[in-house]
């Protein structure tokens, strides 16, 4: 569901290792899950998607692991950069006419040099 | 490049001023939508257009409206500003998903603040 805190969770992390990001989701009946990178003053850019009927997909430097059983997803981001640094949020959808998504409360991923 | 634009990027608007927020698209998409971000929160889906239909969603406010006059633009209209309502508002598109669409393009946003 939606965030509402006035705070988000941070996760800091050295330059050159590896980050780990968690979403918990809400509605088991969800087609599909996207990860979105949020950057200060833009918009959310889309970083990779999975399927429900999948468990796991790769991109470049970015892997997503999905575990229904505990409605769970995670963004896992290989030798982390200093431009990784930006607020990340999970969103679920359904397939239908509106490509509905519902956006999870974002981390924010702090990248030390 | 195809793209999601807005503009203006920063809106400065007095309570109780309508203010119009514009959004177009050269992706082509027939669906568009109008999310509202206040600070360190996720986007909040206010409506969107399947193609020239518009779902509202059931905790929008009756001071949000938009306008969808052709496939490439698509307006939010904050008819009386308040202070609440300062907020980044970001337009997005997406292809139908019987097209195979599921993601959404967002554009840079529009800041709004409410003097």
């Known amino acids: 569901g939606e965030s509402v805190g006035l705070h988000l969770p941070t996760l800091s992390v050295q330059e050159g290792d590896n980050s780990i990001i968690n979403c918990a989701y809400s509605n088991s009946a969800s087609d599909y899950f996207i990860w979105y990178k949020q950057e200060s003053g833009k918009g959310p850019q889309f970083i990779i998607d999975?399927?429900?009927?999948?468990d796991k997909r790769q991109g470049q430097r970015v892997t997503v692991l999905l575990n229904k059983t505990v409605k769970h997803l995670s963004l896992q981001i290989a030798a982390t950069q200093p431009g990784d640094s930006a607020v990340y949020f999970c969103a679920e959808g359904i397939n239908n006419a509106g490509n509905m998504l519902t956006f999870g409360g974002g981390t924010r991923l702090m990248v030390k040099p | 490049d195809a793209m999601v634009i807005q503009n203006p990027r920063y809106q400065v608007t007095q309570f109780g001023k309508p203010v119009t927020l514009s959004c177009s698209q050269t992706l082509n998409h027939n669906v568009m939508y109008w999310y509202q971000q206040k600070s360190s929160q996720a986007p909040k889906l206010l409506f969107h257009y399947y193609d020239k239909d518009f779902n509202n969603e059931a905790d929008t406010p009756d001071n949000f409206q938009s306008r969808r006059p052709n496939t490439s633009f698509c307006f939010l209209d904050i008819r009386s500003p308040g202070l609440g309502d300062a907020a980044m508002y970001l337009c997005a598109t997406s292809r139908d998903w019987l097209a195979g669409g599921v993601e959404q393009f967002f554009g840079p946003g529009t800041r709004l603040t409410v003097l």
């Open positions: 999975i399927r429900s009927n999948m």
